[in-house]
């Protein structure tokens, strides 16, 4: 197996040590700031993952995605996929505005599932669970007293 050597230009290496010396980043992208500044000296990666207490596969792979994409893509993490929020910004504030409104006739105040209720009669959202939506209204600091 050939090795993959690393050969930081003057700029990058400039800028790496800059972030590794003054420290304002996170501490992610300072490690990786140290693991691209030793891969730079030549050192090995099972000595720079032993040296930063890293997995081997880890550092190989800042290493790539350094000589494939860059700096950028070096010290930056990919977005994640995750699972996308259903209810917006929009939809939250029309949400708490009708929990903060007046309860229907028949009753002394919402529920939670009368409001999760009312919310997708009026085609807020397509689905919504009582526990949800006491989830929303506790972010928004909401309560339905």
Excluded: F
């Excluded at 300072?30 to 891969?39: E, N, Y």
């Excluded at 085609?123 to 007293?145: D, P, V």
Aim: glycine residues 6%; positive net charge; proline residues 3%.
């Amino acid at each position: 197996m050939r090795k993959k050597y690393l050969a930081l230009s003057r700029a990058d290496r400039k800028y790496l040590k800059n972030i590794v010396t003054k420290g304002k980043s996170s501490a992610r992208v300072i490690k990786r700031a140290m693991a691209l500044l030793q891969l730079d000296q030549g050192k090995s990666i099972t000595s720079i993952a032993e040296s930063l207490d890293l997995s081997l596969p880890t550092v190989s792979a800042w290493r790539d995605r350094y000589l494939e994409g860059g700096l950028k893509a070096a010290l930056e993490e990919k977005p994640r996929s995750g699972r996308p929020t259903l209810i917006d910004g929009r939809s939250r504030a029309r949400i708490t505005a009708l929990a903060c409104s007046t309860p229907p006739k028949g009753h002394a105040r919402w529920t939670l599932r009368l409001l999760a209720d009312r919310v997708v009669e009026l085609g807020i959202c397509e689905e919504l669970s009582h526990t949800k939506l006491g989830q929303i209204l506790k972010e928004m600091n909401c309560s339905l007293n």
